[in-house]
């Protein structure tokens, strides 16, 4: 039994196939998908899929920092009707991102701002996605955990000192495909870790594991990430399968209203 913590599996690379491929992953033993918001345009589809299979998939409500521009206060206007419409699993996918653009610099992190807050106050969990920003995000959270947020830094590439500040706060680290690229060097971070503040993700569509690298991913893909994961910590993959279960439950349930 695992859980995938994070899979955009409501995203049109998935309208030929879904059913069929979430039928793979209920084979691989994929119990949940939980699956992250990006922005207005993709709430539909994501209450679509969530309806479809009752028990197996189950929305987020959030804007993700590449949807963040001048025009980000209507969209945080829709998340937040949102919230306060019906239960979700989590504020996500929110956070901040300077890879791709920094153009909205400021606007990103007033967005990550407002929506802390707002998990604050549903009492949900949060999901963050930043890229080459960890550490400035990091710190941006950090006032919010004295208000009681815990939540998830999804797709964790840092390093350990990165991974040792975020577990410090009580969140948790994301892992998946990228695990098994040969020289992402996360083997030796998660050795560091441990499985305490882990939790398993695809981040479907994205960064399928090897030997799908560069393919589309899809959540049965997660026992690869598993087969890498307990190879690097030197336990059964029953075991590590098990633990990040429970921390997934943990994470997304004992926050919930
Ligand atoms: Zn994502």
């Given at each position: 039994?695992?859980?995938?913590?994070?899979?955009?599996i409501?995203?049109?690379?998935?309208?030929?196939?879904?059913?069929?491929?979430?039928?793979?992953?209920?084979?691989?033993?994929?119990t949940e998908?939980?699956?992250?918001?990006i922005?207005?345009t993709?709430?539909e589809?994501?209450?679509?899929?969530?309806?479809?299979?009752?028990?197996?998939?189950?929305?987020?409500?959030?804007?993700?920092?590449?949807?963040?521009d001048?025009?980000?206060?209507?969209?945080l206007?829709?998340?937040?009707?949102?919230?306060?419409?019906?239960?979700?699993?989590?504020?996500g996918?929110?956070?901040?991102?300077?890879?791709?653009?920094?153009?909205?610099?400021?606007?990103?992190?007033?967005?990550f701002?407002?929506?802390?807050?707002?998990?604050?106050?549903?009492?949900?969990?949060?999901?963050?996605?930043?890229?080459?920003?960890?550490d400035?995000t990091?710190?941006?959270?950090?006032?919010?955990?004295?208000?009681g947020?815990?939540?998830?830094?999804?797709?964790?590439?840092?390093?350990?000192?990165?991974?040792?500040?975020?577990?410090?706060?009580?969140f948790?680290?994301?892992?998946?495909?990228?695990?098994?690229?040969?020289k992402?060097?996360?083997?030796?971070?998660?050795?560091?870790?441990?499985?305490?503040?882990?939790?398993?993700e695809?981040?479907?569509?994205?960064l399928?594991?090897t030997?799908?690298?560069?393919?589309?991913n899809?959540p049965?893909?997660?026992?690869?990430?598993?087969e890498?994961?307990?190879?690097?910590?030197?336990?059964?993959?029953?075991?590590?399968?098990?633990?990040?279960?429970?921390?997934?439950?943990?994470?997304?349930?004992?926050?919930?209203l």
């Amino acid at each position: 039994m695992i859980i995938d913590s994070h899979a955009h599996i409501y995203l049109e690379q998935f309208d030929d196939d879904r059913a069929e491929m979430i039928d793979r992953a209920q084979q691989a033993g994929v119990t949940e998908i939980l699956m992250p918001n990006i922005d207005h345009t993709s709430i539909e589809a994501m209450m679509e899929a969530e309806l479809r299979h009752p028990g197996m998939c189950f929305a987020m409500m959030g804007l993700h920092p590449c949807s963040v521009d001048k025009h980000f206060e209507k969209e945080l206007y829709k998340v937040e009707e949102w919230l306060g419409k019906r239960a979700f699993k989590a504020v996500g996918e929110i956070g901040t991102d300077l890879y791709w653009d920094k153009t909205f610099w400021p606007e990103q992190q007033e967005a990550f701002r407002i929506q802390c807050e707002l998990a604050v106050t549903h009492g949900l969990p949060v999901v963050i996605h930043s890229r080459e920003s960890i550490d400035e995000t990091i710190e941006m959270v950090r006032p919010f955990t004295e208000k009681g947020l815990s939540g998830v830094f999804h797709c964790f590439t840092g390093n350990e000192q990165q991974a040792e500040r975020i577990m410090e706060m009580g969140f948790y680290l994301g892992i998946g495909g990228v695990l098994t690229f040969k020289k992402s060097g996360l083997d030796a971070v998660v050795k560091k870790t441990g499985l305490d503040q882990l939790i398993l993700e695809t981040d479907s569509p994205y960064l399928a594991p090897t030997p799908f690298r560069g393919k589309r991913n899809e959540p049965s893909y997660l026992t690869f990430v598993v087969e890498v994961l307990a190879a690097a910590m030197g336990m059964e993959a029953n075991e590590v399968m098990e633990k990040t279960t429970r921390n997934t439950r943990s994470l997304f349930t004992s926050h919930e209203l």
